[in-house]
């Protein structure tokens, strides 16, 4: 299951083995977002309660929460969909369709400005491929890919005949 989605749910309560989230952990998102990474991480993010971490091995949660006041927290209070890199780091697209980075090394978060998804959740889906390039798909706008390296996204648009595609720099 490494880096892979385990699943994804769009309603109702996340329902996950009793023994996998300790019993003081409240999870009540009207979207959740689950994915497995390194380490036997699993990471759980919700629309209006953050972004959770919890260790499969160790059974230890960290809660990451919007903080107004720490410019290197979640940038808002919704982990919408989650994915980590082969470097341990998540890509995040949360409540307002704005991708966060978040920095395993430093703990810090960093909003991506180059990506802007105005559509009110039209993300399906976010991974990352075998060079590194992070790759976004929504309902409406098409699919994006971010180069983390160059700080380039890619816009391959869905109405495109042509399948032609441009390309923002940022």
Wanted: glycine share 8%; hydrophobic share 30%.
């Amino acid at each position: 299951y490494k880096g892979k989605v385990i699943e994804h749910i769009t309603k109702g309560p996340l329902k996950l083995p009793s023994d996998l989230i300790p019993a003081d952990v409240s999870l009540k998102p009207l979207h959740c977002h689950t994915n497995i990474g390194r380490n036997g991480n699993l990471w759980i993010g919700s629309v209006h309660n953050g972004l959770y971490k919890y260790n499969i091995y160790t059974k230890k949660v960290v809660h990451f929460v919007h903080e107004t006041a720490n410019p290197y927290s979640l940038s808002n209070k919704g982990a919408y969909y989650v994915t980590e890199d082969h470097s341990g780091n998540l890509w995040i697209i949360n409540n307002d369709n704005k991708l966060d980075y978040y920095d395993s090394s430093t703990g810090k978060f960093y909003q991506v400005p180059s990506f802007r998804n105005s559509n009110d959740y039209s993300v399906s889906q976010i991974f990352e491929d075998k060079s590194g390039n992070i790759w976004i798909a929504t309902d409406q706008d098409g699919i994006y890919t971010f180069n983390p390296f160059q700080k380039k996204i890619h816009i391959i648009n869905r109405g495109d005949k042509n399948h032609n595609s441009r390309s923002e720099e940022h």
